[in-house]
């Protein structure tokens, strides 16, 4: 899933802050449950059995990688790394906010 799209050339993604709202709905989600924060192919971040919860959190990442490889004009996304995290009954969903500068190289 996009959070930020690609600026375009000669411009670079800079997050600075990423909050997931977990809304827990009837299960925790099975499958795959690390959340990955991403740009091209470098992980910025990763939550792990963050979708598995039993109750409805606020997660808060302030500094996303202290050795990110940013890259430009790519798009910042969050995915699961493999598999479907939606299987099994659950009806749990997430909110996703993002604080970030686009950097103008």
């Known amino acids: 899933i996009t959070l930020v799209a690609a600026p375009g050339a000669g411009k ?15 299960a925790g989600m099975t499958g795959n449950r690390t959340l990955d924060i991403m740009q091209d192919a470098a992980s910025l971040y990763q939550w792990s059995n963050v979708l598995d919860d039993t109750v409805s959190s606020i997660y808060l990442v ?31 969903t997430l909110d996703v906010y993002t604080y970030y500068r686009t950097l103008i190289l």
């Open 12 to 26: 670079v993604i800079v997050p600075i802050s990423v909050v997931i709202r977990y809304n827990y709905g009837t």
């Open 62 to 92: 302030s500094d996303v990688s202290n050795d990110a490889i940013l890259t430009e004009n790519k798009a910042l996304k969050i995915q699961v790394p493999s598999g479907n995290p939606t299987v099994g009954a659950s009806t749990s």
